[in-house]
C-alpha cells in the first residue's frame, strides 16, 4: 500500500469519526405506527412522547383519534406539570384504588384543586371527557389567567348558559392552546382525543413558559 493511499484512509477515518462524534444523541423517536407527518398531532404527540409526557395505548400505537378517558388525560396532565405523584393525599375515590397506574396523578390533581369526583364518591377513571372540559383542566392546572370575556369566536360555545364554562374556553382562545374545531365552532360536547390532548399540553407547556422541546431528529 502506497503512502499517498495510507494517508486517504487516515484522512476518510477521522471525516467518519468525526460524523458520528456529531451525531445527536438524543434524537427523538416516533415507535408509532399510527402517527405519522400527515397528522395534525405528530408534532405534539412525538415531543410529548419523547419527554415522557405521553404514552400509547401499546408499544407501537398512540391512537391519535381514539376517546382519551379521565384517568389518562389525569395522568398526561400530571406528567406534563412535573408532580409529585407519591407523596399525595389520598383522593379517597372509591374506584380508583392505589394499586392502578393513575393513582397518583388523579390524587395529585385532586389536591391540586384541578379535578373533583361525582357526589357519590367516584371518579369513573375510564369515562371520556368532552373538550369542554379539558378546557376547564387546563386552565386550572397550568394555572392560567381566566379570561374576563365571556364571548368567544365560537357560537357553539356562545349558547351555553354556564359562564364559567364559556371563560374557560375563551381563556384557550387568550393562550392561543385552541383555535377551534373550525374557525367559528368549539365542539363543546364532542369528546376529546388522545391526539387533541397532546396538542392542547404541547401549546399549554409552550404557552407558561415551559416550552423547551427541540426535535433534534425524526427516526
Known amino acids: 500500500m502506497t503512502i499517498l493511499k495510507k494517508c486517504w484512509i487516515f484522512v476518510i477515518g477521522i ?4 460524523i458520528l462524534v456529531a451525531a445527536p444523541a438524543n434524537a427523538a423517536t416516533n415507535p408509532f405506527i399510527d402517527v ?3 397528522d395534525t398531532h405528530y408534532p405534539a404527540i412525538v415531543e410529548l412522547y419523547n419527554k415522557g409526557i405521553v404514552e400509547g395505548t401499546s408499544s407501537k400505537t398512540y ?3 381514539k376517546q382519551v378517558t379521565r384517568q389518562e388525560a389525569a395522568l398526561f396532565i400530571a406528567n406534563a406539570l412535573k408532580l409529585d405523584t407519591v407523596n399525595v393525599p389520598n383522593a379517597k375515590f372509591t374506584d380508583v384504588p392505589k ?4 393513582y397518583g396523578a388523579i390524587a395529585a390533581l385532586s389536591y391540586k384543586g384541578v379535578i373533583s369526583g361525582y357526589p357519590d364518591g367516584t371518579f369513573r377513571p375510564t369515562n371520556t371527557l368532552t373538550r369542554s372540559q379539558i378546557a376547564k383542566m387546563i386552565t386550572l ?4 389567567s381566566i379570561s374576563k370575556n365571556t364571548v368567544t369566536p365560537f357560537k357553539d360555545v356562545n349558547s351555553i348558559s354556564d359562564i364559567p364554562t364559556r371563560q ?6 387568550d393562550y392561543k392552546i385552541t383555535t377551534g374545531t373550525t374557525p367559528t365552532t368549539f365542539s363543546p360536547y364532542t369528546a376529546l382525543t388522545r391526539g387533541q390532548l397532546a396538542t392542547f399540553l404541547k401549546r ?5 413558559g415551559g416550552g423547551d422541546f427541540e426535535i433534534i431528529g425524526i427516526e
Do not use: R
Open 204 to 208: 399549554a407547556i409552550d404557552a407558561t
Open 99 to 102: 394499586s392502578s397506574k393513575y
Open 36 to 38: 405519522t407527518t400527515k
Open 168 to 173: 374557560y374556553i375563551q381563556t384557550l382562545v
Open 15 to 18: 471525516i467518519t469519526a468525526s
Open 63 to 65: 391512537e391519535p383519534y
Open 141 to 144: 392546572a397550568f394555572e392560567l
